[in-house]
Structures are given as C-alpha cells and as structure tokens.
C-alpha cells in the first residue's frame, strides 16, 4: 500500500491539524479519573510498587480494594525516564494519545476502503468536538483504552484476510492481538467489550467455513449410532 507524494502530503496535514487543535485547546482537567489515576501513580512513583496489587488479577481490577493498573504504571515509567511533573506527562500524553487514535481510525478503514474515504473519516474523526473536549490535558484510562480499539479491531480483519486467502492463521497477528487484549485489560474494564468483536470474528470465521463443517458432518456421519 504504496502512497503517493499527494497522499503523504494530505497525512501530515492531518496530523499538523490534530496537534494545533489538541494544543491550542487547553482546558483545566475537570474529570475526577484524572486526579485519582495521578494520585495512584504517584504512589507508584513514590514507592516503586504498586501497593494495591496483592494478586495478579489486582493488575486487571478484579481484586478486592484494586484497580486496572496499566495507565497508573505507564506514568510512572514515563516520569523516571523523562523528569517531567506528572501535569506536564499528562497534557503530552494525550496530544500523543489523539495522534495514536487518528492514526488507528485511518489505518483501519484503510484496511477496506479507498484512500479518499480513509483520510475523510480521520480527518472528521480527529475535529469532533467531543474528541477534542474528551481527550485533551486528561489523564483518563477509558479514553487510553478506547484508542486502541481501531487496532484491535485491524487486527481481527488482518488475520481473517490472510485466513480467507491461505487457510493459514497469521501467528504473529494473533499474538499481537492477545497481547494487546491483555494490555487494554490492564488499562481499563471497558477492555471487556473487545469480546464483543472476538466473538463476532469467531462467528465470521464459522460462516465462511460452514460449507466445510456441513460436508464434514455428512461424511463423518456424527448424527447415526447405526
């Protein structure tokens, strides 16, 4: 999927708009995630573990007294690596957060459409007002989830694709795809709709393979006890 110079062009343009909206819109951060998320990874910061995870389903919030904590140790990394006051990691972090999300929403319908239609839908996608209002200067751990879906969702489509072209399943897709299952897991309950979309692509894979199944059955004959 080769780009033209044009089409290039178009991409930064993209993203150079995405940035000027998410850093000339600056709001004081309202949503109360915001100053709980930052006082969980001071925490973290501050002792160097995260005191509230006592078991390993403590990382995913299905613990007693404990919460997904991906976002939590995501700052707390970010802050030792790079010296900056959590307030500063936050507004950063999202203006990056809102280029990842545009990226994933034209990569994904690029994946099934014309590059005039991709371009479209990020650029419509990345100048919604609720986007900008939601995600700009917050520290929130269910927008941080909810960025990743186009990607989960791409991956889905990748291994059906090359599942429909060879009858092979692409290995490195599907790891990739755990992995980030249990990564958004980690960052926020609202990782549990992605079995939404797995058992929808469960479903896909069982409908373009019901011929198969049914000439199966018929030889086989599972059905007789003769």
Known sequence: MSLTT????????????TIILFTTYYKYPYHPDHYSIGQYSYMVIEKGYAPWVLHPSSLFGYYPLSVPSALEYFAAVLYNLSGLDLPELFYIFSVFSALFAVAGVYLLMREFSSFETSFLTAFIFSTMVYF????????????????FYPLFILLLFKIFRVYKESRKMSLKYIITAILLFIFMNMAHRFGQLLLIFILAFLLALILANFNNMINWIRRKKIYSFR
């Open 6 to 17: 044009k089409q290039k062009a178009l991409l930064l343009i993209l993203l150079v708009v």
């Open 132 to 147: 900008v209002t939601n995600v700009s200067n917050t520290a929130s751990s269910r927008m941080f989830n909810i960025i």
